[in-house]
């Protein structure tokens, strides 16, 4: 168990639809960073926050949005989803806020099938 | 721009084969990451070993060793023994100062019985 909660661990839509991803960082980590797992693209990086704040952008889509709360947990929110969002998308937490010197830490993964 | 290549995309071996999984890295910095990852059919994301560019110092936990050479940008992963347990994805990741995590494609490695 790596002490980060992702819910839900699974969620099926439809296109044009919005959702809303959740994640607990470990206890005490202040970086939370999503990541988007697909079949055809490997793992990628979408965005980083730190302490509340935007850190790093990846590629992360104009119709997706996160934001990181006081209690330092993350949404990540997916809107006008689209066939090609259906992925497993994971958050990680680390709690180094820059340069991820540390290992992140990841959840489970969010599998998201997008009918 | 940072980059991490893993050639092989799939392997596989049967049980008690000793194994190498192959990491080629690119970055322009001289402090950098290493990282290793495993994805178990299960799906989560497992650590398996940070190394950072100043130590070359090859490690060995287990089954598991790694060899880091600088010269060729390589961080190999050799699993000794391979278990059943061992069939998973393998990630290899690069990080550089001020820059995130970068993974590899990954390589899927079957043990068969």
């Known amino acids: 168990d790596s002490g980060v909660t992702q819910t839900p661990k699974h969620l099926i839509t439809a296109t044009g639809q919005r959702v809303t991803l959740r994640c607990s960082p470990r206890?005490?980590?202040?970086?939370v960073y999503w990541y988007q797992q697909s079949l055809d693209q490997g793992l990628q990086f979408l965005i980083q926050?730190?302490?509340?704040?935007?850190?790093a952008k990846g590629n992360i889509l104009e119709r997706f949005s996160a934001q990181q709360f006081p209690d330092l947990h993350s949404e990540l929110n997916l809107s006008s989803l689209e066939l090609g969002d259906s992925a497993l998308y994971f958050c990680?937490?680390?709690?180094?806020?820059?340069?991820?010197?540390?290992?992140?830490?990841f959840g489970e993964g969010s599998r998201l099938t997008v009918l | 721009a940072q980059k991490v290549t893993q050639a092989q995309t799939e392997i596989s071996v049967v049980e008690k084969e000793d194994v190498t999984l192959d990491c080629v890295y690119e970055?322009?910095?001289?402090?950098?990451?290493l990282f290793w990852y495993k994805q178990p059919p299960s799906g989560e994301l497992v650590f398996l070993i940070r190394?950072?560019?100043?130590?070359?110092q090859n490690e060995i936990s287990g089954r598991y060793s790694w060899n880091f050479q600088k010269s060729t940008s390589s961080f190999n992963f050799t699993i000794t023994a391979s278990q059943v347990v061992d069939s998973a994805v393998y990630f290899c990741?690069?990080?550089?100062?001020?820059?995130?995590?970068?993974f590899g494609p990954g390589t899927r490695l079957s043990v068969l019985p």
């Open positions: 990741a690069l990080s550089e100062a001020g820059q995130n995590f970068v």
């Open positions: 190394r950072n560019s100043f130590d070359e």
């Open positions: 990680a937490s680390s709690a180094h806020g820059t340069v991820p010197t540390g290992e992140l830490f």
């Open positions: 206890s005490g980590d202040l970086s």
């Open positions: 926050y730190y302490n509340g704040e935007e850190r």
């Open positions: 970055t322009r910095d001289t402090t950098y990451y």
